[in-house]
C-alpha cells in the first residue's frame, strides 16, 4: 500500500492501480491521505513552494491527526519549507557525506556496547572525545582523545 500511494499513478501496473482503487474507495481517511500525499510530491518535484500554504490548509480540514502534527512542524518552519520547494539549491550532497561518515563511525564500533553508543554518538558531535571506561578490538584505550571523536 504504502509503495502505491507514494509511487507516481502512472508508474504503477494496471492490476495495482485497481487494488489500490478499490482500497481507497473503502476507506476514506486513506484516500485523502493519498491526495495529501501526492498532492506534497508534486509541490516537491515541480518545485512549487508557493502553494504550501494552500497545502496545509487542507491538511486541517481533514480529520487526520498525523498530517495535522506536521502540519504544525511545517508552519513553525514555513519560510524554510518554501525555500526548500521553491528553490534549486539543495544540502543533499552534504548530508549524504555525514550519512556516510556516521555509517563509517558506526561499522567501526559495533561491537561498543549499546550503553556507549549513544555516549559515543553525542561525543561525536562535539571536538573532543574522551572514551575513559572502553577497551576493544577496534583501538579504543581509555582517556585516549580522537579529535572530532572518530575512534578508530
Not at 41 to 48: C, F, P, S, V
Not at 61 to 84: C, E, K, Y
Amino acid at each position: 500500500m504504502t509503495r502505491w500511494i507514494l509511487s507516481r499513478p502512472e508508474t504503477l501496473t494496471e492490476s495495482e492501480q485497481l487494488r489500490l482503487k478499490a482500497v481507497l474507495a473503502n476507506c476514506p481517511e486513506l484516500d485523502a491521505l493519498t491526495g495529501h500525499v501526492r498532492s506534497f510530491a508534486q509541490m516537491l518535484t515541480e518545485r512549487q513552494g508557493e502553494r504550501l500554504p494552500q497545502w496545509l490548509d487542507a491538511v486541517r480540514q481533514d480529520d487526520l491527526p498525523s498530517l495535522h502534527t506536521l502540519a504544525a512542524g511545517t508552519d513553525r518552519d514555513r519560510d524554510a519549507v518554501i525555500a526548500g520547494l521553491t528553490l534549486p539549491w539543495s544540502s543533499g550532497v552534504v548530508e549524504g557525506h555525514v550519512n556516510r561518515i556516521k555509517m563509517l563511525k558506526r561499522a567501526r564500533c559495533s561491537d561498543m556496547p549499546a550503553s556507549l553508543s549513544y555516549a559515543s554518538e553525542s561525543c561525536w558531535r562535539t571536538d573532543r572525545c574522551q572514551m575513559r571506561a572502553v577497551t576493544s578490538s577496534h583501538g579504543c584505550v581509555p582517556g585516549e582523545r580522537r579529535r572530532g571523536g572518530m575512534v578508530r
